[in-house]
């Protein structure tokens, strides 16, 4: 992710999430306590499976109640591009999860060509082409 100056500062004081507008609350006691004892439950079950050898027959059910009790705290995270890797802005976890920003309209750049029978293209270029596409 890339961050100019400035953003940092930005996110850390920032009081709203940048795509719904709403507040970043702090969570309540009673979805903290669930997460704790979500992530206490996983490190059982982790301690479990090093000491004998072998998965644990309720790991998939541990884990996805440890990842429902963190969506539940809807944190506030950094949004960023993922084609420019640019900061977009301070969001909620589950706000930052459902935008979809005109993915099908990003234009990546393709460049096709074989380089063969070019008289204009320097042996370097040629050169750099052939070990960045190949």
Not at 25 to 36: G, M, N
Not at 107 to 125: A, T
Request: glycine content about 4%; charged content about 35%; some cysteine.
């Amino acid at each position: 992710m890339i961050m100019a100056p400035g953003d940092l500062k930005a996110y850390n004081e920032a009081t709203e999430c940048w795509i719904c507008k709403g507040p970043f609350l702090k969570p309540a006691p009673k979805v903290i306590k669930k997460l704790e004892e979500a992530k206490h439950r996983l490190l059982e079950v982790k301690e479990w499976e090093t000491c004998m050898e072998n998965e644990h027959p309720e790991k998939k059910k541990v884990q996805r109640a440890y990842k429902e009790a963190l969506s539940a705290l809807n944190r506030k995270v950094k949004d960023h591009d993922h084609i420019s890797g640019k900061f977009r802005g301070p969001a909620h976890d589950a706000c930052n999860k459902k935008l979809r920003i005109g993915s099908f309209e990003t234009k990546v750049p393709l460049i096709c060509h074989n380089f063969r029978g070019q008289q204009n293209i320097s042996k370097e270029d040629y050169e750099h082409a052939q070990k960045t596409f190949s």
